[in-house]
């Protein structure tokens, strides 16, 4: 697992930082040694499987649910001992969005501002502000029952822009959007982290691709990568494909060192994976030149998030030996 290799950020006053956070519920741990730090800036996909401990996780970190051990600190405070004023440095949009939606868009906007503490002139000039910046002056004077749920979701991250808060905490804000919504709220996401630190829980693997800089995956209530998405992709590039004038050379390249598994495209084509951090074409170069074979073609395979995500999470198999290993995937 990578740390980042950020060691000249570690003096730095992180916006949100957690530490050794586990949760326990009925004696069961949802939530084991969690720690990571993000800077302002920068979006951090938290993604995991269904049950991972990512929910539980978010209202740790907004202040909704106290931790069994470990802190949350935002802005500098803890959020378990010093709430209130943690809570001033964050922007919450839960899964599923809560409107009244009885109220008119500009009247809600004011309300959640004064919530906020927010006065009566500074919740006039910000929601006007949050208005202008998400798109919605023209729906302002309607009532949020009639929008569409793109537009609920615009008006979700307008309240939790209200205050202006330093982190921003968005649990699934595109899920049911159409095409062109999706398109909008990531755009809209993708303009308000310039000066925030944002966490995104999403299911979406392209989203995160589109918006995050860095990636963390939970699984089982641990996690088992934090890593920018370019480092995240490099190390798992370790997948050739090789292809030689000669047939029926499966076995062969098993042999190679370094070699995980080999599946057969055809007579003479080859998919080969290797470990997460190795790349095995200097070795095949090699193999080919001392069996004075006839190399047609090697080229490394890139792996999309969504490859990397199933081979990290998918669920572990014992082999006849008894030994518990992940799935491969093709």
Known sequence: MSLLGINFMKHMIFPIEVN??????????????????????????????NGAGKSTTMRML?????????????????????????????????EHNPLYLDMYVHEYLRFMGSIRGLRHKQCLASSQE??????????????????????????????????????LILDEPTTGLDPNQLREIRALIKEVSHDKAVIL??????????????????DHGKMIVHDTLAQLAAQSNGRVVVEFKELH??????????????????????????????DLREALFHFAQEKGLTLLGLERQKSSLEEIFRQLTVPCEADPEGNLNRESSV
């Open 62 to 94: 907004t202040g909704c649910l106290r931790p069994s051990q470990g802190t949350v600190r935002v802005g500098g405070y803890d959020v378990s001992t010093h709430p209130q004023q943690a809570k001033k440095h964050i922007g919450y949009l839960p």
């Open 20 to 49: 050794q956070l586990y949760k326990r519920f009925r004696g069961q741990t949802v939530v084991h040694q969690l720690s990571f730090q993000l800077a302002r800036g920068q979006i951090l996909g938290f993604l995991g499987p």
């Open 130 to 167: 949050v208005i202008d910046k998400c798109g919605i002056a023209k729906m302002q004077n309607q009532k949020l029952r009639t929008l569409s749920k793109g537009y609920r979701q615009r008006i979700g991250l307008a309240q939790a822009l209200m205050h202006n808060p330093e982190v």
């Open 201 to 218: 829980s999403t299911h979406i693997m392209q989203e995160v691709e589109a918006l995050c800089d860095q990636v963390l995956i939970l």
């Open 249 to 278: 050379l499966g076995t062969m390249l098993e042999q190679i060192n370094g070699v995980q598994w080999v599946q057969a495209l055809s007579e003479n084509k080859y998919i080969i994976d290797a470990s997460r951090d190795q």
